[in-house]
Each structure stands twice: as structure tokens, then as C-alpha cells.
């Protein structure tokens, strides 16, 4: 499972130095200027999981697999953005297939960096990014419900749905709120995502801070954190310029620089363990001499949901899924180990998943 978060915010709050830390890249020019980011640039990153490098030690496996997490670096929004302004809002597309949304509000002060606004007000560019990704829905449900009515008096039971879950979602946004604000249905749950639209998406709130804020915090951060929880919304508070910093040091350089700032893990950890949180992940693994390896699932998944996962024949083939939890494959030091212990479970079709699961799926197609 491919999780895909777009990165957006006003130019000079941070993103593409915080794009650039993440995926260990210079992929996207970060430069004192807006709109220096033109195009929208991707970075596949490794999920950090120290479970897995634990798994592989007591095989031990040749080869660690992690699993794997893509940013997406949109260009800077501004005010108007829906309707043309700035570059417009042709990289608000790039946001409709992401599963997530992470917007990066700028918390510290720096007179060398401009600021589109002309001043630094973190809950003012979150209102702005909201604000046009909210006329941007509005405009595209607007056009849609014209034809679905039609198409929804000639009876099509899917554009029934739809115009019905469309008007759910303006509901929502003529209220001045975004449509993940609507309550909506299991059953209703496909054909509401299939809308694409922009503020239905889990949102992430990122503080971008400066170093010596980076390990508690600021009264910026802590606003922001204050309008994420009002919102629903998780938030995590990162120095960007510290995180571009780690990303040029080898493992050993890295610690000792986390331990001068009284951090314990970079920024991106804490990044991608609330977007998990957001989007309802969670890890399971599979361990062998060949290869250790990550794979991410949604919590409440069963074991063959999990085995799809892999490959489809194993979801379609499913028998049963032999499993161990992490904790007692560890401290078993291994499969023969835990089938002493008898912490090695044979498990059927209803069995749901849980985080750490160590698994070998057992199927015929």
C-alpha cells in the first residue's frame, strides 16, 4: 500500500526545504523567492521502523525492506489561488490523488526569508490554504451537480449517490467548512472519495519551526496545534532547516547532532507516525532468511485483506495465516522459539491483523 501525502502551504514557509530533508534530495529547488517550486516533485521515502532491524538480526535476513511513504511538493498557494492567482490552481489537481494533505505553516521569525503576506501569522496561512482549497471544491461540485441531476431523474442509481453525497459536500462548504467535516457513511465511503475533492482529505498540520524550537515547541507551533485539534486535524512540529541538516550526516553524526538539540528522533519519524495515525496504518511484517520486510495495512484489516497486501493471488487463494506477535518473536528470539512458547498461531479468515504481526500466509490459487 502506497501512502502518497502532498505537501502544500504559501511560498517561503518551508516546504521544499522540508521536502527536501525528507526525501534526502535536492529534487526541489528551495530558493528565497515564491513560486520557486514550478513543478510538483515526488520523493519515495522509507518508513522509519526499528522493529524491522530487530526482526532481521535474529534470522538473520540478507535484505530489509521497509516500507515505503511518497511526498508530493506542491507549489506555493496565495491568496486567489482557485480563481487564477499566483500559479493558479493548476497544481491543485496534483493534491486530488494524494490520501493526505499536510500543510506547513510557517512558526519562526526570520527578516532574511519574505513572506507573501508581508508578515508571519501561521493561523492566517492555514486560513488562506483552507479558504482556496474550499472554493476550489465548490467550483468543481457546481459544475458537477448540473449534469448528475440530470442524470438523476432518468433514475441512475450511481448518479443518485453521488448527487446526493455532492450535496452533502456543499452543505459542508457553504457553511464555510471543509467537506471531511461531513458525516458520511461505510456504504457511502467509495463513492465519497471517488468526488476527489480537496478538503475531504485527513489533514496534517506542520509547524515549521526554528532550531532552538525544534524539540518543545513555540507559541506559534502551539496555536497551530490548538487549531488542529478544534479541526480534527493531527500536528506535528518540525524544523525544516534542522531536518535538511540531519539529511547531509551518516548515522553515527546524526545521533550525536539529535542529542546536541535534545531531540531522540528527526523529524520525519514523528512526520510519518501521525500520518499513519490520520489515515488509521498500521505495520505487519515478514521475516526470512532472504529478506525482512514492512508492510502497511489499515487497522481492522483481516489476514487476507493483509495477504492482498503481497499479491492478490494471496488474498484470492487465502487458507490461513501462521502468526507471532512482535513482541514474542523477539523475545523467543524466532519462530522455533515461540512454537515452543505455543505463541505460534495458526489463524483463519476472520482474524484481524495486528500492529507487529510477524506473518506467512499459507494459500492455493
Not at 20 to 25: K, V
Amino acid at each position: 500500500m502506497a501512502l502518497k501525502v502532498a505537501i502544500v502551504g504559501l511560498p517561503n514557509v518551508g516546504k521544499s526545504t522540508l521536502f527536501n530533508a525528507l526525501t534526502q534530495t535536492a529534487a526541489a529547488q528551495a530558493a528565497n523567492y515564491p513560486f520557486c517550486t514550478i513543478e510538483p516533485n515526488t520523493g519515495d521515502v522509507a518508513v522509519p521502523e526499528p522493529r524491522l532491524d530487530a526482526l532481521a538480526a535474529i534470522i538473520p535476513s540478507k535484505e530489509i525492506i521497509p516500507a515505503r511513504i511518497n511526498f508530493v511538493d506542491i507549489a506555493g498557494l496565495v491568496r486567489g489561488a482557485s480563481k487564477g492567482e499566483g500559479l493558479g490552481n493548476q497544481f491543485l489537481a496534483n493534491i486530488r490523488d494524494c490520501d493526505a494533505v499536510a500543510f506547513v505553516a510557517r512558526c519562526f521569525i526570520d527578516d532574511d526569508i519574505t513572506h507573501v503576506e508581508g508578515k508571519v501569522d501561521p493561523l492566517s496561512d492555514l486560513e488562506t490554504i483552507e479558504t482556496e482549497l474550499m472554493l476550489a471544491d465548490l467550483e468543481s461540485l457546481e459544475k458537477r451537480v448540473v449534469s448528475l441531476e440530470k442524470r438523476a431523474k432518468g433514475g441512475d442509481k450511481d448518479s443518485i449517490q453521488t448527487l446526493r453525497l455532492a450535496q452533502l459536500a456543499l452543505t459542508e462548504l457553504n457553511a464555510g467548512r471543509p467537506a471531511r467535516k461531513a458525516t458520511v457513511s461505510a456504504e457511502d465511503d467509495k463513492a465519497w472519495r471517488m468526488l476527489q475533492l480537496l478538503t475531504s482529505k485527513p489533514a496534517l498540520y506542520v509547524s515549521n519551526v526554528d532550531e532552538a524550537s525544534a524539540a518543545t515547541g513555540n507559541d506559534m507551533s502551539r496555536l497551530v496545534a490548538e487549531r488542529a485539534t478544534r479541526d480534527g486535524a493531527d500536528s506535528v512540529a518540525i524544523s525544516a532547516q534542522i531536518e535538511s541538516e540531519i539529511a547531509m550526516l551518516d548515522a553515527a553524526e546524526r545521533t550525536e547532532f539529535l542529542e546536541t538539540l535534545d531531540l531522540t528522533e528527526p523529524g520525519l519519524n514523528k512526520l510519518i507516525r501521525e500520518a499513519y495515525h490520520l489515515l488509521g496504518l498500521q505495520t505487519y511484517f515478514t521475516v526470512g532468511p532472504k529478506e525482512a520486510r514492512a508492510w502497511t495495512i489499515h487497522k481492522g484489516d483481516t489476514a487476507p485483506q493483509a495477504a492482498g497486501v503481497i499479491h492478490t493471488d494471496f488474498e484470492k487463494g487465502f487458507i490461513r495465516a501462521e502468526t507471532i506477535a512482535y513482541a514474542d518473536y523477539v523475545n523467543l528470539k524466532g519462530e522455533a522459539g515461540a512454537r515452543e512458547a505455543g505463541k505460534f498461531r495458526q489463524e483463519g479468515k476472520e482474524y484481524v491483523v495486528q500492529d507487529g504481526d510477524v506473518l506467512n500466509f499459507r494459500f492455493n490459487v
